[in-house]
């Protein structure tokens, strides 16, 4: 009953090496890329506004929408999305790598 009184500790800015430490990795790396495009167009546009790059940004449309309503409405849900699959692709990337190191060091 020794294994009741362990105390498991966790700490995801300082993850274990292995697996944990290239999950958090890509977590950090897909949560950087979604900030950048879900905040950083909208940030560019309240920062131009007044300026002719504002106005140009607002005037501007792609497939008879303006640009700005369709990178909230188009664009921002498929960038989720291939966000997903990227992250799915490498974390089996990740699990393939490290299950096979497991395998050989028990040969």
């Known amino acids: 009953m020794s294994h009741q009184n362990q105390r498991y500790q966790v700490n995801l800015f300082r ?29 560019l546009l309240a920062v131009s506004q007044g300026s002719g790059a504002g106005d140009i940004l607002t005037r501007l449309t792609l497939f008879g929408l303006p640009l700005h309503f369709f ?30 190191r497991r395998d050989r060091s028990y040969e």
């Open 15 to 43: 993850p274990k090496k292995g697996h944990m430490r290239d999950e958090v990795l890509i977590i950090v790396a897909l949560l950087f890329g979604w900030a950048i495009c879900t905040f950083g167009f909208q940030i």
């Open 71 to 100: 990178f909230t409405g188009q664009f921002l849900p498929l960038w989720f999305i291939f966000l997903c699959i990227i992250f799915n692709l490498y974390i089996d990337r990740i699990s393939q790598y490290h299950s096979r």
